[in-house]
């Protein structure tokens, strides 16, 4: 199991903007700001989203690898993958695929793929077996 992710992003308040209404739906909230000076040196500043009393998805400055990564975000139901997508699209998010079952995985693997600004990868992600 992760504990947490750093990406970086090119401009920090508008990825700010977008995760806060992008991740909303699945109950992940931007929770804690880092200020990188009270970390070793060159610590970066960080800001910080989570759910439940844990911080996991961290964003901070930087050069952007955008391909680089995917990141599949736990969903609880299909509704909150459904509310997710919409929400992402709506916070400026490109469409790779709408919300559905992903045969070629799982016919029980229901998800929404999009890219946000700096071109990552989401999915927003319900795996009825998960849920049981």
Do not use: N
């Amino acid at each position: 199991m992760l504990d947490h992710i750093f990406i970086s992003v090119s401009d920090l308040d508008r990825s700010i903007a977008f995760y806060e209404k992008a991740l909303a739906p699945l109950g992940i909230v931007h929770a804690v700001d880092y200020d990188g000076k009270d970390g070793p040196p060159g610590h970066p500043d960080l800001k910080g989203f989570g759910a439940d009393g844990r911080v996991f998805f961290w964003l901070r400055a930087g050069v952007v690898e955008g391909r680089a990564f995917h990141i599949g975000f736990v969903a609880t139901g299909k509704p909150q993958v459904d509310a997710a997508h919409a929400a992402a699209l709506c916070a400026g998010a490109q469409e790779l695929h709408g919300p559905g079952p992903q045969l070629h995985y799982d016919p029980r693997y229901y998800a929404a793929q999009v890219r946000d600004p700096d071109g990552y990868s989401l999915e927003f992600v319900y795996k009825d077996w998960q849920h049981q």
